[in-house]
């Protein structure tokens, strides 16, 4: 893998792409998945288990490596067609991320660590995603690209 990313989106969102074998990040939008290459490392965090709810889940809840192809658009119905990767959703337990703030290089000292979190997508190290990754007893998916 070249990089590694967290994207942010409600746990209800990411269950239905982990479901599908795709992901999508900021309501859709294609910019910044140009930004993900195949082969390429994905966690999903999410706030919610419902967006627009503060049920406080802060939580990753999926874990996988980028497929090969490139961005297509999906179809939700009402014209919203957003844009989307194919991903190998790992086999994974949801994780909790408190436990991991102390330990996480994106975290680590920072009080106000969940302000990143906002952007939607951002670049994660190697170690972050593979202590994630243990933390959530991620096993590789069969076919990662």
Known sequence: MSAYWVAVASAGHVRIGRQAGFMQVN??????????????????????????????LQS???IGTV????????????????ARRDVAWSDAEE???????????FTAGKPNWGYQLRFGLFEISEHDFRLIGGTMGAKPAVSAI
Do not use: C, N, W
């Open 27 to 56: 309501h859709g939008k294609a910019p910044p998945l140009r930004r993900i290459k195949p082969g390429d490392g994905i966690v999903y965090y999410s706030p919610s288990t419902v967006l627009g709810e503060k049920d406080g």
């Open 60 to 62: 990753f809840t999926a």
């Open 67 to 82: 497929r090969e192809g490139e961005i297509y658009q999906g179809e939700m119905g009402g014209g919203f067609k957003p």
């Open 95 to 105: 994780a909790p991320i408190k436990p991991l703030l102390d330990r996480l290089d």
